[in-house]
């Protein structure tokens, strides 16, 4: 009898979750490399040159970019509602884990999104989604990294609140069991969220986000252990006490403009500039995978792209979900 309870709990569970399995199975397959094959054949081209235009102007163009892409698929899903406004302050982009993003990202999807929508064949068409999913893939190619093909079909999410983005993205200060869980409630593996991490090959941080690594450590050390000591030197110096916090710090000290794996062999070198950069090498259960991408460029730039489509099918709308925003920045 306590055997049969127990079948159809479980029975009843499978069949619970059954719809939201067959949902996200059929959001995904709605996604497809040539999606606008009829509507806008050349949108890839479009956005491409819009996106190598603004880097043109501004290196910053790249990780703000790449940073916002991420930021938007981990609130709500892969649906650009990080690039809406609220008049009382109250959309994603508000929170205070969304304030350090760089203007140059929204301006390069904008920028885009005015490009493809001035060819009369794809105007409306394209939504903010895919083409903030096409200039991220845009912007690694444009400082070096390897190009990978970009699923689409995504539809504009309506809603922006800046209470969804709280507990959703992931700390300076994460370990691994933390950064693990985060990435895996959005179906990302932990070789995934190593990968992922790569994206810190090029850009920048604040010193607010890791002073706590170089000065007042514990009670019994100003500096982390885990912290190369010549770089935690070099660091006081780009962020002495009571300094700007807003300084602007490279996440990669050897070669902060290419996208490569110099981000892997830095933290071998206990050049991580977060605890949750240096934990990847520290915990014996990723280290394994950072000695591979730190030996080979190809096989991080392999997981790299495995990883950023599993994050682009994130949450995704499709179909007759959502719209295609005219603006990216409100609405329809």
Do not use: W
């Amino acid at each position: 009898m306590e055997s049969r309870r127990s079948l159809i709990v479980a029975l009843s569970a499978i069949v619970l979750l059954l719809p939201l399995f067959i949902a996200t199975a059929t959001a995904q397959s709605k996604l497809s490399r040539d999606f606008y094959k009829s509507s806008c054949p050349n949108v890839e081209s479009l956005v491409r040159s819009a996106v190598a235009n603004k880097f043109r102007q501004t290196f910053v163009t790249a990780p703000a970019t790449l940073r916002l892409f991420f930021h938007d698929c981990f609130v709500r899903g892969c649906d650009a509602s990080v690039m809406l406004a609220s008049p009382n302050g109250n959309a994603e982009k508000d929170h205070p884990d969304n304030l350090s993003l760089a203007g140059d990202g929204f301006d390069t999807v904008i920028k885009a999104k005015a490009a493809v929508d001035r060819n009369s064949r794809c105007k409306n068409k394209v939504s903010c989604a895919d083409i903030l999913a096409l200039a991220t893939r845009d912007v690694v190619v444009l400082t070096g990294g390897q190009s990978y093909p970009v699923e689409l079909g995504r539809r504009d999410g309506r809603i922006s609140s800046k209470s969804s983005v709280q507990n959703q993205l992931p700390h300076p200060n994460f370990n691994l069991n933390q950064l693990n869980a985060i990435f895996a409630s959005h179906g990302l593996t932990q070789k995934d969220m190593i990968a992922l991490s790569g994206a810190h090959s090029i850009g920048f941080s604040h010193c607010n986000k890791m002073s706590n690594r170089i000065y007042n450590f514990s009670p019994r050390m100003e500096i982390d252990p885990k912290l190369n000591t010549q770089y935690a030197l070099q660091l006081r110096q780009m962020c002495p006490r009571k300094v700007d916090p807003r300084i602007a710090i490279n996440m990669d000290p050897t070669t902060p403009r290419k996208f490569d794996n110099t981000y892997y062999k830095n933290l071998k070198q206990g050049k991580g500039l977060f605890t949750s950069d240096q934990v990847l090498f520290t915990d014996s259960r990723s280290k394994t995978v950072v000695n591979s991408f730190a030996s080979s460029p190809a096989a991080f730039n392999k997981a790299f792209a495995d990883a950023m489509t599993k994050l682009g099918r994130v949450g995704v709308l499709t179909g007759r979900q959502g719209e295609i925003r005219i603006d990216c920045t409100r609405p329809n």
